[in-house]
């Protein structure tokens, strides 16, 4: 199958990206429950019905993954024959589920993790993960894509939420953390600190919502955090052992200058 229209739901930071990306080699359609007509055209995108863009060559799915149960359930029914089902979820085994539970067992599905996007626009790396679709589509999408000088990575979608615990979630831990601290830019620093404060920021960028739905919805999340907040634990208690030894040490330097 030629691909030559993509339909879009969910117009947050995300799909507009997508959309101006996508634009210069195909028709883009996006349909938002939220955004008028107007906001739409301005990332050269056809606004159009919940309907219309299900009927596309590509539908691609770029709301939370929260309401991915929902969006899913409402579009079942308005899908086309031929139209291959995309997802965008920062986590892949439970939109998978999902997908393969609540779409028709006809519908083709191809879960993608794009690794970049509105702050990250140079990064050109994407998760695939083959579902459910034809190898003759599934090998146009990924031609596409190398074309275009992405590196595509193919993975399950466990190989995927297991590596994406300890990379994207933890990173938005610890960028998460640092806001909470009042972490900020200052005159004396390091490139090490700077480091840390942009990434803080590029989080800060992502909604509280994506946090959460990322940690609640990968199964691997959990271990990750408490294998950081151990190895946090430890460090201090390794600290706390230092910082008494210390004491000690200055008390006795203390007496011996007394009685010099």
Not at 17 to 42: C, G, M, T, W
Not at 46 to 67: G, Y
Not at 93 to 120: C, R, W
Request: with cysteine; glycine share 6%; charged share 25%.
């Amino acid at each position: 199958m030629r691909i030559n229209s993509i339909g879009i739901i969910g117009f947050g930071r995300f799909g507009k990206f997508v959309a101006a990306q996508l634009n210069r080699d195909f028709h883009v359609y996006a349909y938002s429950r939220n955004l008028p007509p107007s906001e739409i055209k301005k990332s050269n995108a056809i606004p159009s019905s919940l309907e219309d863009v299900c009927s596309k060559d590509v539908l691609l799915i770029a709301v939370p993954i929260s309401e991915m149960e929902g969006v899913l359930s409402s579009i079942k029914g308005f899908i086309g024959k031929q139209t291959i089902v995309v997802d965008v979820c920062s986590v892949k085994e439970y939109p998978v589920m999902l997908m393969k539970n609540i779409l028709p067992k006809k519908t083709q599905i191809l879960a993608t993790h794009p690794l970049f996007g509105p702050d990250s626009s140079t990064r050109r790396k994407i998760v695939l993960c083959k579902v459910r679709v034809s190898n003759e589509n599934y090998s146009a999408i990924k031609n596409f894509l190398l074309k275009k000088d992405f590196q595509v990575i193919e993975a399950t979608p466990k190989e995927h939420d297991v590596q994406i615990a300890k990379s994207l979630l933890l990173t938005h831990l610890i960028g998460r953390t640092l806001a909470g601290m009042g972490a900020h830019k200052q005159d004396i620093d390091t490139l090490g600190y700077n480091n840390l404060i942009n990434m803080m920021n590029a989080v800060e960028n992502d909604s509280w919502q994506l946090f959460m739905d990322m940690n609640i919805n990968d199964r691997f999340s959990k271990k990750v955090r408490m294998d950081f907040m151990k190895s946090l634990r430890e460090i201090e208690g390794k600290l706390k052992l230092y910082e008494a030894k210390g004491k000690n040490v200055r008390s006795r330097h203390a007496k011996n200058i007394k009685n010099s």
